[in-house]
């Protein structure tokens, strides 16, 4: 264990979780190693956040979780593709099935007609009974080989209509010079963003280095890393350098800086 690590430990959870406002859990979770109830965009802000803050170095730790990361979604990979690959096989023997039952018919119609022939029927009767049979085979082995191939042609024909619909039915809108058509956040260097959609109070977080844009008719809550950024509203760009995390709203196509408290406040008295 790095000696920076162990720092961290020795500052405790509790005055972590009031420098970084990250939640007293998630802290837990990695002062203990235990990872499985974080994304990979959550390990890395946080990793991001806490070097930042306490000046330390968690590159051991951060190489550990992307190499266990890695090996859990090579598993994940492999059983999807194995599963994908049963799926394809059973498919593929149950409309072969059919084939080999057409062909069974066709055996059965030639031995048939020789025994048929064999015997000292007309051959008027044999030329009708034979005609009928191998017709019939044709046409199951017909029905057989469109079985086989209908499934992907009707999902093509499927899909292509409903894009005809929706092309169809998209109204026409016209840019109004009063709205808001952008709504962009730009970093400086590598953060981390947590963003809250007011309408619905549905949290999203993500850690990034190129521009962000978020949905400029929405209402939005904002915790930022960090404040070097820019923030640009309908070509129009504001500029910021605080070191610390910042808070903002972003409400009726307003961007407003927020206190700690006044953050809390709209967001239902929670940190974040």
Same mark, same amino acid.
């Given at each position: 264990?790095?000696?920076?690590?162990?720092?961290?430990?020795?500052?405790?959870?509790?005055?972590?979780?009031?420098?970084?406002? #990250?939640?007293?859990?998630?802290?837990?979770?990695?002062?203990?190693?235990?990872?499985?109830?974080?994304?990979?965009?959550?390990?890395?802000?946080?990793?991001?956040?806490?070097?930042?803050?306490?000046?330390?170095?968690?590159?051991?730790?951060?190489?550990?979780?992307?190499?266990?990361?890695?090996?859990?979604?090579?598993?994940?990979?492999?059983?999807?593709?194995?599963?994908?690959? *049963?799926?394809?096989?059973?498919?593929?023997?149950?409309?072969?099935?059919?084939?080999?039952?057409? #062909?069974?018919?066709?055996?059965?119609?030639?031995?048939?007609?020789?025994?048929?022939?064999?015997?000292?029927?007309?051959?008027?009767? #044999?030329?009708?009974?034979?005609?009928?049979?191998?017709?019939?085979?044709?046409?199951?082995?017909?029905?057989?080989?469109?079985?086989?191939?209908?499934?992907?042609?009707?999902?093509?024909?499927?899909?292509?209509?409903? #894009?005809?619909?929706?092309?169809?039915?998209?109204?026409?809108?016209?840019?109004?010079?009063?709205?808001?058509?952008?709504?962009?956040?730009?970093?400086?260097?590598?953060?981390?963003?947590? +963003?809250?959609?007011?309408?619905?109070?549905?949290?999203?977080? *993500?850690?990034?280095?190129?521009?962000?844009?978020?949905?400029?008719?929405?209402?939005?809550?904002?915790?930022?890393?960090?404040?070097?950024?820019?923030?640009?509203?309908?070509?129009?760009?504001?500029?910021?350098?605080?070191?610390?995390?910042?808070?903002?709203? +972003?409400?009726?196509?307003?961007?407003?800086?927020?206190?700690?408290?006044?953050? *809390?406040?709209?967001?239902?008295?929670?940190?974040?």
């Amino acid at each position: 264990m790095s000696e920076d690590f162990n720092k961290l430990k020795d500052i405790g959870i509790q005055k972590i979780h009031e420098t970084t406002h #990250i939640s007293r859990l998630h802290v837990q979770s990695f002062l203990d190693e235990n990872f499985d109830d974080m994304t990979k965009i959550q390990f890395l802000g946080f990793v991001s956040i806490l070097e930042r803050e306490y000046g330390v170095d968690l590159s051991d730790l951060k190489a550990k979780f992307l190499e266990n990361f890695a090996a859990e979604t090579k598993k994940i990979e492999a059983e999807e593709e194995e599963g994908e690959a *049963k799926l394809f096989l059973t498919k593929k023997k149950r409309n072969f099935t059919v084939v080999y039952i057409a #062909i069974a018919l066709i055996i059965f119609v030639l031995v048939a007609t020789s025994t048929l022939m064999d015997s000292n029927n007309t051959s008027s009767e #044999i030329e009708t009974i034979d005609n009928s049979m191998i017709e019939n085979a044709k046409n199951n082995m017909a029905v057989t080989s469109e079985d086989i191939n209908s499934s992907a042609i009707e999902e093509n024909e499927e899909n292509n209509e409903s #894009i005809s619909e929706v092309k169809e039915q998209e109204p026409l809108k016209q840019a109004d010079k009063s709205e808001v058509l952008s709504f962009k956040i730009i970093p400086k260097h590598k953060l981390w963003l947590g +963003y809250i959609d007011l309408s619905t109070h549905k949290r999203d977080q *993500k850690l990034f280095s190129d521009e962000l844009s978020l949905d400029p008719d929405k209402n939005w809550l904002l915790t930022l890393g960090h404040g070097y950024i820019s923030i640009e509203i309908n070509g129009e760009t504001k500029e910021f350098t605080n070191p610390k995390t910042v808070r903002f709203s +972003y409400i009726n196509k307003e961007l407003k800086e927020l206190s700690f408290q006044e953050f *809390k406040k709209l967001n239902r008295d929670s940190e974040w």
